[in-house]
């Protein structure tokens, strides 16, 4: 992804316990809790190495907030919602990609607080779309906060991560627009497949 850095993946679940626990039982690891959101999302995790994770996001039990991110406002089933990538200057990142023709959003700030209470603070490029699926990453930047994956979260592998997309060729456009790469093959509508390697054996998200 020359400098453009996979941050984490986005498994979206309409119920975030069960999500957990199903993740759980497929994989033998239990994810650790991430935190909650403002936006009435909570998050449990687990991390691919020392700079990329996986995110398990939900509506937040604690919460009466009705989600919208990711499409949980209408999730029935789990699925691989959407991605994110690191790049090293963020404003020029995007600046860069609307010069080419794709657009990723306006940069917003966000934040969250650990279960110890701990400020989690990072910026990410926001577009407002009804699509459930984002095969084109968004961007994400955490200045000084410590990225989630260099603490100890329990340890998955990532054996490969691709999309699926009606015109593929289209969808390489936007991802070039952000010198971002990745396997894409044609289908029916908008899928992102991941294969992690756990001590249960290989298990596919998507």
Do not use: C
Not at 47 to 63: H, M, Q, T, V
Not at 76 to 87: I, M
């Amino acid at each position: 992804m020359t400098d453009r850095h996979l941050d984490h993946l986005v498994h979206a679940v309409p119920d975030l316990l069960k999500g957990v626990e199903d993740f759980a039982a497929r994989t033998g690891v239990r994810p650790v809790r991430g935190g909650s959101h403002p936006g009435g999302t909570a998050n449990y995790l687990v991390r691919f190495g020392p700079d990329a994770y996986l995110e398990i996001i939900g509506p937040d039990p604690e919460s009466e907030v009705r989600p919208r991110a990711f499409g949980l406002e209408t999730l029935t089933e789990p699925r691989l919602a959407a991605w994110a990538v690191h790049p090293r200057d963020l404003d020029k990142t995007v600046e860069l990609a609307r010069e080419r023709g794709y657009d990723p959003g306006d940069v917003q700030p966000l934040s969250r607080r650990t279960p110890s209470g701990e400020l989690l603070e990072w910026r990410l490029t926001r577009r407002e779309e009804p699509a459930a699926v984002r095969p084109v990453p968004f961007l994400i930047d955490w200045g000084s906060t410590t990225h989630p994956a260099a603490t100890d979260l329990p340890l998955v592998g990532l054996v490969s991560f691709a999309a699926v997309h009606p015109d593929p060729g289209a969808l390489r456009r936007d991802l070039a627009a952000l010198d971002v790469t990745l396997d894409v093959t044609e289908g029916p509508e908008p899928a992102l497949r991941a294969v992690i390697d756990t001590p249960l054996g290989h298990v596919t998200l998507s």
